[in-house]
């Protein structure tokens, strides 16, 4: 769904900028994308996504903080192990 709704702007977009319609085609354009914008659904859609985000933006310097110590740890875990460089052939079975 997410999708075809960045399609649907995407071309409306391209259309209004490449096209030779003028500004009364323009006008319909804005018009009906304003009316889609303001309609119930997608302002439900909205109120979620906010929820969501201010539900959640407090936990995110936790999360990146954790994600950076565990990659930290693990590039430093690699860099701590010393390959093996003797210059003695591994012995045959």
């Known amino acids: 769904?997410?999708?075809?709704?960045?399609?649907?702007?995407?071309?409306?977009?391209?259309?209004v900028l490449g096209s030779r319609a003028g500004r009364k085609r323009y006008e319909q354009?804005?018009?009906?994308?304003?009316?889609?914008?303001h309609s119930d659904p997608v302002q439900k859609g909205v109120g979620q996504v906010q929820s969501f985000v201010d539900?959640?933006?407090?936990?995110?310097?936790?999360?990146?903080?954790?994600?950076?110590?565990?990659?930290?740890?693990?590039?430093?875990?690699k860099a701590s192990k010393k390959p093996d460089t003797s210059s003695e052939p591994s012995p045959s079975i």
Do not use: C, E, R
């Not at 354009?29 to 914008?37: D, G, L, T, Y």
């Not at 539900?55 to 875990?77: Q, S």
């Open 29 to 37: 354009i804005k018009s009906n994308a304003q009316k889609v914008w």
């Open 1 to 15: 769904m997410k999708g075809k709704l960045v399609f649907a702007a995407g071309a409306a977009l391209g259309y």
């Open 55 to 77: 539900d959640h933006v407090p936990d995110v310097p936790t999360v990146l903080a954790d994600g950076a110590k565990k990659v930290i740890d693990g590039v430093a875990g």
